[in-house]
């Protein structure tokens, strides 16, 4: 019992607690749901998005500024994902005024280097909420790979340890490391096999949480500083849009649902003529 207390505190009390109950609730973080979209015919690895498959993939294209909880990035990205029962086929465009390498701008070259010390483009795939195992893959303009496996999060092994067995291609729409020249962008196709993930298969359904983030360098010169952009919006009533670890925050990831691809313009007329015909027969 609450002798000592008035009614009027009782319930100043309770009009508090239901306060700090609204903003707990508005604090919870809400992630956009995504499509990988299967497909009977796999895209042509030539860093040429051109190919007409990734016309079934769903247009990532609302990238944000880092920890920014919605700006705008400096830069336009997009991102498309597909997959079938071997592999994830992944596809990336990014614009850039000036294409710089880790490997130009630090010295940073080759297989799992720190390729994030120039511009380039990654993706991080949980494929489960309940562990905390993820895997990081990056890609640079020069063509080069890092490929990872954390068992918590930056520092879990075995790190750039683990060896995918991905493969990828790209093209440069520009010169890379060359600052004389004025670049419009670079795109990456890659394929990764579900065997990476330790999986045989994958159900239509199923849901990991993902991102696609990325560095981009000089791409308004003379600015060295890096442009960061992520493609989650991250959580919008949190400080720093609750990026604390960065691109390695999986608590504000997205969620990337395998599932078929939508019907096309033309496979609808097809469908609608098979029932008008079915039903003409049947009189």
Not at 3 to 20: D, E, N, R, V
Not at 139 to 149: C, N
Not at 245 to 262: K, M, N, R
């Amino acid at each position: 019992m609450n002798l000592g207390k008035s009614p009027f505190t009782l319930a100043c009390t309770a009009m508090l607690i239901i306060g700090l109950m609204g903003e707990a609730a508005q604090a919870v973080f809400n992630p956009i749901r995504f499509e990988a979209r299967k497909v009977t015919t796999p895209p042509t690895i030539d860093g040429n998005l051109s190919d007409p498959v990734w016309g079934q993939a769903e247009l990532m294209d609302e990238f944000y500024a880092y920890q920014s909880g919605g700006d705008p990035p400096a830069a336009e990205t997009t991102a498309r994902i597909l997959w079938d029962d071997d592999n994830l086929y992944l596809a990336f465009e990014m614009t850039d005024a000036d294409i710089r390498s880790s490997c130009g701008l630090r010295g940073q070259c080759g297989k799992d280097a720190n390729l994030f010390q120039g511009d380039v483009i990654e993706l991080f795939v949980r494929e489960s909420t309940s562990s905390p195992t993820y895997h990081e893959f990056e890609w640079s303009p020069l063509g080069e790979e890092f490929d990872a496996r954390f068992d918590r999060v930056r520092f879990g092994s075995p790190g750039t340890g683990w060896e995918s067995g991905m493969s990828s291609a790209v093209q440069v729409q520009g010169t890379a490391d060359d600052p004389s020249d004025t670049d419009t962008g670079w795109t990456v196709e890659s394929v990764i096999p579900l065997a990476d993930f330790e999986l045989s298969s994958i159900d239509i359904g199923s849901e990991w949480r993902f991102t696609v983030a990325r560095y981009d360098f000089y791409n308004q010169p003379p600015r060295s500083q890096a442009e960061l952009m992520m493609l989650t919006l991250g959580d919008p009533d949190a400080p720093n849009a609750g990026i604390t670890s960065g691109f390695h925050t999986y608590e504000v990831y997205d969620i990337l649902e395998f599932a078929v691809p939508e019907p096309s313009s033309a496979m609808l007329l097809a469908l609608s003529v098979l029932v008008i015909v079915s039903r003409s027969s049947r009189r």
